[in-house]
C-alpha cells in the first residue's frame, strides 16, 4: 500500500486570485521539489503568490522576472 507521506521535501505555493480568493496551487509531484518551485514562481506561473521565503535570495540571480513576482517582493521589503 502507498504512503500518504511524501519521500522528499514537497513545497506548494498560496496564490492570491484576487475577488476568487487564495488557494493553495495544485501541482504535478514532479514540481513540488524546491527548486522547481523557485523556477515555476521566477517563469510566472502563479497569478501573485502569496507566502515565498526562498525567491527574494535567488532573485539576484536571473535577469528577469514576471510582474507578478516583482509585486510580491516590493509589497514584502523588510
Not at 476568487?20 to 513540488?32: F, H, I, K, S
Amino acid at each position: 500500500m502507498p504512503s500518504l507521506v511524501p519521500d522528499h521535501d514537497t513545497y506548494i505555493v498560496l496564490d492570491d486570485f484576487g475577488p476568487l480568493g487564495m488557494a493553495w496551487r495544485e501541482t504535478d509531484e514532479a514540481a513540488t521539489g524546491r527548486a522547481a518551485v523557485i523556477r515555476n514562481i521566477l517563469d510566472g506561473q502563479y497569478e501573485s503568490p502569496v507566502r515565498i521565503d526562498e525567491v527574494r535570495r535567488r532573485f539576484v540571480r536571473y535577469d528577469e522576472a514576471p510582474v507578478s513576482i516583482l509585486r510580491f517582493l516590493d509589497a514584502n521589503r523588510h
